[in-house]
């Protein structure tokens, strides 16, 4: 009987053994424990050559050693989300708005950094970028994240077409709306397998006819998103705001905003009924369509939106596939087509940061490391190209060329993008460094009243959540020209809205605004 | 054996104690520890965290820490007006899989039962329990080339007919995605489910069927008075089983198949993939986990109701 019982005993330890190795699995790496070196998470994945690049900055580097993890940017969101909320010694860390940014920021899991950037102890970092830049990426009044940006803007926007085709079309360089739509219309009539405009689910038609937000903000004007697109109006000293009205919206609604824009046309509803009309120009299934870019470069369509970033990519992949096309870029707004100054609306934002967990013990070494970074152009491009000789030749001061082996590739985002130190490739056709240049050039801007705002929304969750299921339910939709009567559906939708607590997310929207304004102008 | 019940022969049961239970079958309750002690550690204590549903989650102050704010996290659900249109999708999605998926299943269960060359059998097999283990990402991207507007399915259509505008804008259409979304359901699912079935016909005594046969039965005849009868407990104990997760859609599916196309939603928004249109801009852990605790009730009391109605229906096929 004792035996037996024995045998139970060991059998049972032996499962809960078994139970134990597997709830094991899954414990993190710690913090190294030596002084000098700090610890980091950056998304992407290991350039080729990262160990020489490595080693070199050991021997050229201000003596903070690095020991980088590297994130997939599919599990980065996860990865950064268990990491830090279990509190693991991590130094450095990238984060975004599209990540865990602003949920951390707001729960005190980044250390406040505006006193260390402040002290003149790391001058490069601070001359990385301008007081304005520096404050309008404060979140919840402190800067809880460095900012990586090369321009205050996100990239130009574009539609890419078939030049061969408007050239066999009798069409030529486009550059107005008008000469667009022949082309379009040329291809609807002619090419009976293609697909005009080509676009992707998620986008609809995207940047295409979008509002003027520098005419806005000279209005004293502001387009955000807070439970559906709404215009704020402040009123002309910019201290506080006059009114909020959703996109949509009557008359009667619009009755305190500038004469021209009471009748709500320039707020989107013009643009809604253009897209209605132009939905002919897109496949039938465009709302299912979950690649853009493959059915133009693959020839099936005869032009995409998209911004000038993808160039270089966009051509390559075209000339693979189609030997005989030919690239055409229209530039869709007038005034960048043109390089004007103050030509886009910049809320001076990153959309990439650096963030230091509060539970870091070496804030000055990591500082100390960032600094280093942005001391030099020969620092700074280590990191973000490589070798020099051996992954990348310099041309001139901005400008760099790849030999054929070429490898390395860094993420510039995750820590070197920095309008001081930037280089273009030298294969670049002229036209587009002209412009790539431009959209780095801050005279381009036009700072947005509202610059460094950022809505909280973590009171009004349940508001949020409801009012954003019933936008959502037509966004898509309506972006793809797929509705008839668009103003119509909108109307609808804000009437449902209102009846399930938009009125609530208006007043702390205004309540929020007022507050950042009094503490703008305090300043 | 139930306990308390007459045994054949007239001598009454008398039901053991729980200890003098676990004496007399020590060694199979030993090998059930393993199972137990999984089932407490991945299942019972990570409970615990339902908690969770009832604060103002922060993860820098963890789940005990956090605010309580008791039914909040309920509100944005019960308080919009859609919930009632998702809760039905749900329910009616659910119950067309569960009843094709078993109307199907069973039929190729029968199917392949009947075939009676080894080869034969062993391939069919093989290709229906194929799709199973295709994932839905890639099941949406070809199912484009079937039902796209100038899809196999559509090219068909106006062959048939000589008229494009009798093609089916299947992507601007939500009155068919039921049955389409049953049709893939059935076709990924039904084969890999007929394992469970066909291994009950298997296990049927031939002599029944040979006496049958003797008697003049027809092989339809077999079929419907011996397998389908004998298939009944199981059916009726698997369906119990998938009741369970009536109120989850099948997010993995639906989501895949269908985006944001949100001309679709009138009949495929289901409670999953409204939950990811609400708060994928605004994560809140207590909210999600707040829905999660609604499905799994609402699914625990239909697996008690169903059970309760298999106990007086038919008492030998009730789970438990």
Redesign the interface.
Known sequence: MKK?FK??IA??CA??L??GCM?GCGGGSGSSGDSNTIKVMFMGSEPVGWSDVMAKYDEIGPGVKLDVEWVTQGNMKDTL?LR??AGEDYDLVFDAPFLKLK??AA???YTALEDYIASGDYPNLQAAYTDDVWKANYYYGHLYAIPNMRTYGNGIDCVYYRQDLADKYGIGQIDSYEKYQQFLDAILANEPNMIPLGVS??RGFYSLFGQDAVDFAKNHIVRISAGGFCHVLLNDEETEVKDIVYEGGTPEDYANFPEKYRDGQLFGQARFNKLVEWRKYL???S??Q?DAGAIFKGGKAASMIDNLDSYEQTESDLADSLPDAKLGTFIINDAVRNMEPEARITSLQGNNFLCIPSTSKKIDATLKFLDWVFASKENHDLFELGIEGKDWTAVGDDKYSLPEDSQYTFPGYVLTWNPNFVRFSDELPEDIYEYKSYDLDTNGYYPSPLAGFIFD?SNI??????V???M??????LEHG?LNDPVEVLRKANA?AE??GREVIKEELKKQINEFLANKNAQ | MRAGTKKKDGQLFVKPTLLQDIRRN?WLV??C??AI??FI??SYIPMAGLYIAFVNY????GIWMSQFVGL?NF??FF????WITITTNTLFLNVLFIASSTVASVAIAIMLSEIKNKWTKKITQSIVILPHFMSWTIVS?FS?ALI??DGLINKIIVGLTGDPSNAI????TPGVWPALLVCLKVWQGAGFGSIVYLATITGIDQSIYEAAAVDGASRWQCITRITLPLLKNTIIMLTIMSVGKIFYGDFGMIYAMV?????L?PTTDVIDT?LL???Q????MG?TAAIGLVQSVLGFILVIASNALANKVSPESALF
């Open positions: 037996n045998r139970i059998a049972a499962a809960v078994a139970a709830a989300n830090l909320t949920e951390f729960d005190g899991i689910a998620s496949e039938t299934d709302l299912n979950k929304t969750q349940t508001e949020m959540t409801k954003n299921a019933i959502s339910e037509n966004s898509t939709a797929a449902e009846q399930n | 020590k030993a090998m520890i393993p002690v999984f550690v991945f922060k993860p820098s102050t909040d509100k944005f308080t919009s007006k859609d991207l484009v796209a507007s804008a299947f992507y601007n985006g944001n196309n949100s001309l939603y409204y249109r609400s708060l801009e605004n994560t809140n909210m």
